[in-house]
């Protein structure tokens, strides 16, 4: 059963950004500095969910960041591919960063009351399993996995959501273990349905 994922509308999502990524080619911006973008906003959102505990007005500001970052994350790919500025050290860069703005988006969660650092760390290891899993299919068939339902988009709109919610003083402490939960079953989900994808692309 195909599950649908925010990565089905990566196609649309790309046509808006041409604009923007011819603007950004002429002014001799490289897929690289896009990707050091991503992962510096990154670390900024985290510390702005942090400023958001004390005060809830920069929840909004992260969920508006992770928006960015999405966008960042899509234009370094698309200017690599569409002006053939690939590279073996951009690709590494693209995937190493993917997990580390990961992490410095998504660790302060350790911080809200009633969530345990266990489980922070659980979907942060388990966001990085996925990831590999995904490259694993671009070694050994020759085509990179992004099965869902809790890829990195996917995890990115659950962040802005959740985001959203404490922005607007909804309460949701009691029901942020069970997200928590959702999420760790969606990343291992994703992971297996990546790893058949992979062997069933080699058969």
């Known amino acids: 059963m195909r599950v649908p994922t925010t990565y089905d509308l990566k196609p649309a999502f790309q046509r808006m950004l041409l604009p923007l990524l011819d603007r950004l080619?002429?002014?001799?911006?490289t897929p690289n500095a896009l990707t050091w973008a991503a992962i510096l906003l990154s670390g900024g959102l985290g510390y702005a969910f942090v400023l958001g505990l004390s005060n809830r007005s920069w929840f909004f500001a992260v969920a508006g960041g992770l928006l960015l970052r999405m966008a960042l994350n899509a234009l370094d790919g698309m200017m690599a591919r569409n002006f053939d500025m690939t590279s073996k050290g951009g690709a590494v860069l693209n995937e190493l960063g993917d997990v580390a703005s990961d992490a410095l988006v998504m660790w302060p969660l350790a911080l809200v009351p009633g969530v345990h650092v266990g489980w922070v760390a659980a979907i942060l290891w388990l966001a990085a399993i996925n990831e590999y899993a995904g490259v694993l299919g671009a070694s050994i068939s020759g085509k990179r996995c992004y099965d869902g339902p809790m890829g990195k988009s996917d995890r990115t709109l659950v962040w802005g959501v959740f985001c959203l919610?404490?922005?607007?003083?909804?309460?949701?402490?009691p029901y942020?273990?069970?997200g928590i939960y959702a999420v760790i079953i969606g990343l291992l989900w994703s992971t297996v349905r990546r790893v058949r994808s992979t062997l069933t692309a080699t058969q």
């Open 176 to 178: 942020t273990e069970y």
């Open 165 to 173: 919610l404490l922005g607007a003083g909804v309460s949701i402490e």
């Open 25 to 29: 080619r002429r002014a001799g911006v």
